[in-house]
């Protein structure tokens, strides 16, 4: 019984190690067709990620810019611009957890992708509780939100990793 044990543990560990060498020689043996296949599909997800980055926060500033030009502050204030700002926000933690797994293509982060990853987590969220907090005095609306680094850790590891 115990050499059947073994035998079979034996066979697992060749399997196993087979698999690992064979995984491992075939990252270093991929074709030029499928290195360039691999770099073309990261740079398709960068742009797709670009542009919704871009049209989330194209929406936020202009909620933002209706806001400023409004005579009297509204709830409806306060929810377009919580609105708005969490879209912009969650595309933005999408574009940083792209770049952390590695699916984004490595020029488009260091010419555009930390750009705006860094504006938005130093910048744009930590006005944005501002903002909310100001229509919610004028309003009078109990709203204890504030900027917390916690719930932007992807941003937060994509600054370390790329400043």
């Known amino acids: 019984m115990k050499k059947m044990v073994d035998d079979n543990l034996v066979k697992i560990g060749i399997a196993l190690v087979s698999f690992a060498l064979g995984a491992f020689l075939t990252r270093f043996t991929m074709t030029k067709k499928e290195r360039l296949d691999i770099n073309a599909k990261?740079?398709?997800?960068?742009?797709?990620?670009?542009?919704?980055?871009?049209?989330?926060?194209?929406?936020?500033?202009?909620?933002?810019?209706?806001?400023?030009?409004?005579i009297q502050v509204t709830i409806d204030d306060f929810i377009k611009i919580e609105s708005a700002g969490s879209a912009y926000f969650q595309s933005l933690n999408s574009l940083s957890n792209s770049i952390l797994s590695n699916n984004t293509e490595k020029n488009s982060?260091?010419?555009?992708?930390?750009?705006?990853?860094?504006?938005?987590?130093?910048?744009?969220?930590?006005?944005?509780?501002?903002?909310?907090?100001?229509?919610?005095?004028?309003?009078?609306?109990?709203?204890?939100?504030?900027?917390?680094a916690n719930n932007y850790q992807s941003m937060a590891k994509v600054l370390e990793k790329y400043a």
């Not at 990261?42 to 409004?70: H, M, R």
């Open 42 to 70: 990261k740079q398709e997800t960068s742009n797709q990620l670009e542009t919704e980055v871009i049209s989330t926060y194209n929406k936020y500033i202009e909620v933002l810019a209706k806001f400023d030009g409004s």
């Open 109 to 148: 982060i260091k010419n555009s992708h930390f750009q705006k990853v860094e504006g938005g987590y130093l910048k744009s969220i930590p006005q944005h509780y501002q903002t909310l907090q100001n229509i919610a005095k004028k309003c009078d609306i109990p709203y204890k939100g504030k900027f917390d």
